[in-house]
């Protein structure tokens, strides 16, 4: 009889417990110097100074850059100034929110040249992201950008090289990386609380239209109120398609499909918690089983993905899912499973579970021999193991504070703290482009019909 996990080699007492614990969000006042070390660099800081207020625009006003204005306006001193959209419906929607004065166009550029506005958000459609936020660096602004950071991993080569050339700030938008909860799941990672990464579940199940991208198209959608031709940019010239417009997501022209619409964010958590810089492959498959609407991006997908042994952890596999089928009625789980224990991840909850794997056998074995016998193998195992009985697993839940802002709300607050030099970007472009290059691969997988390959350090495709 031999302990399976007496001589294993300890990934986790490596990393200092001071370390973990100074990454806890900037709701939680404390210093972020320590993940920023861990996270790799110093970041050039454009100050502004504590009393000026932050003028802040948003490009692509939609769904998710109403959301974002709407939580970065809550942050002291930030005022909204302008935004811009493709759609005229969505203007008009900015001025009813934030007033008649605010500037308003369907001209991004008209923003960026802008010298009043210091800080943009980026919302549009995933096929503009990289052109405009170059732009925006290269006008000298700070720029919080939604994911996934690129469409195409050379893109976010191109980014990364402009970024540095400019020493500007730029925030990814996966914001559940600045939730309490991701930043205890870290810290709890890091002191060992689940033994040795083995394996890691996520899963995003939905069944509605609205969860399967089948947004609202308006009553008033024509070529009028929208400039069709913009929305296209570099993408094939098709005749106006309000569906295209308001639906992007499904067409791969615009969009990064579920993965990369989904699996970016858990990534971007997974590699914060675990300190992984990425996968070494993936291998995807999947379909349209339902929503035959015209998408060319599948409903369900299903990924396997090999994370190979660093100095931060051991190897391990992930196994990710999206549903948008979900006969249950949906739900999402991110479970991070170790070789003492599993942690279920939230932005606002945390909840682990210790157990040691139970190494007595029971009656299903012992039955097969002489009852003397098993007396004896009895005797042996508690010489070995002690003679108590396995014990159920211990449960330790995180919750966050009553009143806790949520993870969006810190994202935002240390992106506009940094632009006030007190705070560091914690989702820069490298470490975009790793959660997104990881999240991609589904895609190269799925309809390349392969086992993709992908180096981790480099973030290029092997
Ligand atoms: N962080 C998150 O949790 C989260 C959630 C949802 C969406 N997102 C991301 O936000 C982005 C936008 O998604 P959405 O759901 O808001 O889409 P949306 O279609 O609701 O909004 C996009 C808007 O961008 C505008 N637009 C398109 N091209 C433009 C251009 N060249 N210049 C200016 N405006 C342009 C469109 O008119 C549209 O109103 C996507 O990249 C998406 O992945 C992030």
Redesign the pocket.
């Known amino acids: 009889m031999k302990k399976t996990n007496a001589s294993r080699r300890s990934f986790v007492k490596k990393l200092s417990l001071g370390t973990a614990a100074a990454s806890l969000a900037p709701y939680l006042g404390k210093s972020q110097e320590a993940a920023v070390r861990v996270l790799g660099k110093e970041y050039p800081v454009r100050k502004i100074p504590a009393n000026d207020k932050i003028r802040l625009a948003t ?10 204005t709407m939580t970065a306006v809550k942050v002291p001193g930030v005022e909204f100034a302008a935004a ?4 005229t419906g ?1 203007l008009e929607r900015a001025r009813e929110l934030y007033g008649k004065d605010i500037f308003t166009t ?3 550029r008209e923003i960026l040249s802008r010298k009043d506005i210091d800080a943009v958000i ?8 990289k ?2 936020a170059i732009e925006a660096l290269q006008a000298g602004k700070a720029v919080y950008l ?3 950071m690129i469409k195409h991993i050379d893109e976010g080569h191109e980014l990364i090289s402009v970024w540095k050339k400019t020493g500007g700030i730029l925030q990814v ?4 990386m600045s939730s309490v909860g991701n930043a205890k799941a870290r810290e709890m990672f890091r002191s060992g609380a689940i033994g040795d990464l083995v394996l890691v579940e996520i899963y995003n199940d939905r069944f509605s239209s609205e969860g399967a991208w089948q ?1 609202p198209i308006p009553p008033d959608a024509s070529p009028d109120t ?2 069709f031709d ?2 296209l ?1 570099k993408a094939p010239k098709v005749p106006y398609d309000p569906t295209r ?5 499904n067409y791969q022209d615009y ?2 499909g579920v993965a ?2 989904l699996f ?2 858990s990534f971007s958590t997974l590699h914060f918690v675990t300190g992984s810089k990425g996968p070494v492959s993936a291998r995807s498959t999947g379909g349209i089983r339902y929503w035959k609407d015209g998408r060319d991006v599948p409903d369900i997908l299903l990924s396997l993905y090999d994370f190979q042994e660093t100095e931060e952890h051991p190897a391990f596999n992930a196994i990710l899912r999206i549903n948008f089928v979900a006969g249950n009625g949906g739900g999402g789980g991110f479970k991070i499973i170790g070789t003492e224990g599993m942690m279920e991840v939230g932005s606002n909850r945390v909840t682990l579970q210790q157990r040691k794997p139970a190494m007595k056998p029971s009656g299903y074995s012992l039955k097969a021999y002489p009852e003397e016998i098993q007396k004896k193998i009895i005797a042996e195992y508690d010489k070995e193991f002690g003679s108590g009985t396995p014990g159920k697993a211990k449960e330790t839940v995180f919750q966050a504070p009553e009143g806790y802002p949520g993870a ?1 709300y810190d994202h935002f607050l240390r992106f506009f703290e940094t632009m006030r030099g007190n705070d560091h970007i914690i989702e820069d472009p490298v470490y975009g482009l790793r959660a997104a290059g990881a999240a991609l691969l589904s895609n190269f997988s799925y309809f390349g019909k392969k086992i993709v390959h992908w180096d981790p350090e480099k973030m290029q495709l092997t």
Do not use: M, N
């Open positions: 490009i692509g006003f939609g769904i998710q850059g109403i959301g974002d811009c959209d493709l759609y969505r369907r001209d991004y980026i919302a549009t459609p995933d096929h503009w992201h052109t405009i939604e994911k996934p938008g996966s914001q559940g947004y929208i400039d913009k929305f940019g417009f308001f639906r992007w997501r969009g990064t990369g619409d970016v964010h969006h």
